[in-house]
């Protein structure tokens, strides 16, 4: 890669002549799809914006000028141009590069982005704090198709628009979401990619119009201002912004010319830049919703490595099928995703009853507050939404769905620690989030046969339900044939123990099973509770186990606020003085790696957990003395 060798950031790229750009636009793709096709991670969108990122670099006098991206799915070029190339190899490892924008990974990462619809308001803040202190950089943001569905980048734009401050917004039109494209926006975008046919057509008619001294002038005036209703690229025109487009993504000889006549335009301007997700590399082309965050695959055949799949359904698969199970016994259940339907096993639903299946976009707010409505009328909705994504919905949880008792099913995929994805994708928080709530169920999967239980139980309860679970295969468990209701808020004891009892929640249910086994052959006589429900807590077997001796709680959920805290509470409101250790997520972010490298290292392996509880119990001189 000759050209790519010598750049470490725009000052060399700009030493490059803009003939040169096509050649080194190809060394980048060749990077990329070399490195994830090693490590996995979201190729197709980061292939398709290569042309636009580069150009950027190139007009723009980066890192001084900021470019802020709208997640990182599609800055794997960004990264390799400013300095990362020699280390791109690394990327989605356990200490190696961040698959998204990280601002103490780089200079040039000017705003840190994992979650989507966020970069318009960012962008607009570092612009009032330019006008603030009297500064002359400028600021770019980067924006998907797909990221502006979100409630956020509407937000943004009208205030943008009324502080009319110089903005550039790149709107990255790739004509596809995660997924396919949904929603009236999208429409709107697809009829803009005829913008040229329609801008030619108003000037023959005000050619025509200009003919007529009066009445034409006059029916002029007021179809300048009804234009909007006719011609899309007014919507943005209409919020204040200079829209330009459709430009051809891939062309970058013209996407040069033309960032180079923007960026020095007054006010906020819409550059509206169409690409191709997958660009340069056929079997992402093909496949661009496989390719969008894609394990690790072999370059010559885009098969992946892991494409013999294990005995063990997936979680997401299991929640799928027996969603759909149920859905064909109750037709008043229906399915909400926000741009997510494969990536929340929803596409099996959408194929079944598409009449009962809602894609929002990436809208988690509206999706909770449109599941409410639906509830309000005698509907029984899911939303399938990831666990962190889920973060954003609080409040529409609380007022929407809490407080009025409605009966939504909230399914959180990709609970506990997701893996390469890092900080932004963890799914660390939910129950410390959501347990605070009154009148909500929240309850934690052990394994894939107990998923197909609770989520018949989050329909069956008549209360909001808010049913958590980790990615990936299930841990090989027999199946039911049948999802069938479990007793509200009861646990149930998978190995009596005398000396200690690990109250285990989720996914660390089985591995505490083999602590305990590990703890017997040692001599500790240990024992385990699966206690399936956060809220409502199984307070009778508590007061059992405690009974019995001391209590170690187990949970893939941050420790602060955790389902060891609910135990804690609840032993000191009932005046027990039970010892208890907790373990789960530490007060910090953790960071990226393979799940059972970061389970490892914060202590959450079986081992890890044998050899804390024997070390625990020997420090506190808690065995009891007939052992």
Not at 189 to 210: M, V
Not at 555 to 571: C, H, Q, R
Request: aromatic share 8%.
């Amino acid at each position: 890669m000759p050209l790519l060798s010598n750049i470490r950031g725009s000052e060399d790229i700009k030493k490059l002549s803009a003939a040169a750009l096509p050649e080194l636009a190809e060394e980048v793709r060749r990077l990329i799809i070399e490195g994830v096709s090693r490590t996995g991670g979201h190729l197709a969108s980061s292939l398709g914006a290569a042309d636009l990122i580069l150009s950027l670099h190139y007009v723009f006098d980066t890192p001084r000028d900021r470019i802020v991206f709208d997640t990182g799915h599609q800055a794997y070029a960004h990264k390799i141009l400013t300095g990362r190339a020699d280390s791109f190899h690394t990327i989605r490892t356990k200490g190696g590069l961040s698959g998204f924008l990280k601002r103490y990974e780089s200079e040039y990462d000017a705003f840190g982005a994992g979650h989507a619809s966020t970069a318009l308001s960012a962008a607009a803040g570092m612009a009032a704090a330019r006008d603030q202190a009297g500064a002359s950089y400028r600021v770019v943001a980067v924006v998907a198709d797909g990221a502006m569905t979100g409630g956020m980048a509407w937000e943004a734009m009208q205030n943008v628009g009324q502080l009319g401050t110089d903005l550039l917004v790149v709107l990255n039109d790739n004509q596809m979401f995660i997924s396919q494209r949904v929603g009236r926006l999208g429409r709107i975008l697809t009829k803009l990619l005829t913008l040229g046919t329609i801008q030619n057509a108003e000037r023959k008619a005000e050619l025509f119009l200009n003919r007529f001294q009066f009445w034409g002038k006059n029916i002029l005036r007021v179809a300048k201002r009804a234009r909007v209703l006719f011609f899309p690229g007014m919507i943005f025109e209409e919020m204040g912004f200079t829209y330009y487009g459709p430009v051809d993504g891939h062309n970058i000889a013209e996407l040069v010319e033309v960032l180079g006549y923007v960026k020095n335009l007054k006010g906020p301007v819409m550059l509206h830049v169409v690409t191709k997700k997958g660009r340069g590399y056929a079997p992402a082309e093909t496949a661009p919703t496989k390719f969008h965050g894609a394990a690790s695959f072999d370059v010559e055949t885009g098969i992946s490595a892991k494409a013999s799949a294990p005995a063990a359904p997936s979680f997401t698969s299991v929640f799928g099928t027996t969603l759909v199970k149920l859905a064909r016994k109750d037709s008043r259940i229906c399915a909400i995703t926000a741009a997510m339907p494969e990536g929340t096993g929803l596409d099996l639903f959408r194929d079944a009853f598409p009449k009962r299946y809602y894609d929002v976009g990436i809208a988690e707010e509206h999706a909770i507050t449109f599941a409410a409505g639906l509830a309000a009328d005698g509907m029984k909705p899911v939303a399938a939404i990831y666990s962190s994504f889920m973060q954003r919905a609080f409040d529409q949880v609380q007022h929407d769905i809490s407080l009025q008792k409605l009966p939504v099913v909230i399914a959180m995929d990709r609970a506990g620690l997701v893996g390469e994805d890092g900080p932004t994708h963890h799914g660390v928080f939910d129950i410390s989030l959501f347990r605070m709530l009154p009148d909500v169920v929240v309850m934690a999967a052990a394994d894939e046969n107990e998923l197909q239980h609770m989520l018949a139980t989050a329909f069956a309860c008549g209360k909001p339900a808010l049913l958590r679970y980790p990615r990936g295969r299930g841990f090989g468990v027999p199946m039911d044939p049948e999802p069938a209701e479990l007793p509200l808020g009861k646990g149930r004891v998978l190995l009596p123990g005398k000396d200690v009892n690990f109250l285990a929640i989720g996914n660390r249910v089985h591995p505490a099973v083999k602590a305990a086994e590990l703890l017997r052959a040692s001599g500790i006589d240990a024992g385990v509770a699966d206690m399936r429900f956060v809220k409502p807590l199984d307070t009778e077997l508590i007061n059992k186990l405690a009974a019995s001796g001391p209590l170690i709680t187990v949970e893939d959920n941050a420790l602060a606020g955790g389902f060891g805290s609910a135990v804690l509470e609840y032993l000191n409101g009932s005046g027990m003085e039970t010892r208890l250790l907790r373990l789960g997520i530490p007060d910090e972010y953790v960071e990226q790696g393979k799940p059972e490298e970061l389970y490892e290292d914060l202590g959450l392996t079986a081992e890890k957990m044998a050899a804390q509880a024997s070390a625990w119990l020997a420090k506190k001189d808690l065995l009891k003395t007939n052992n």
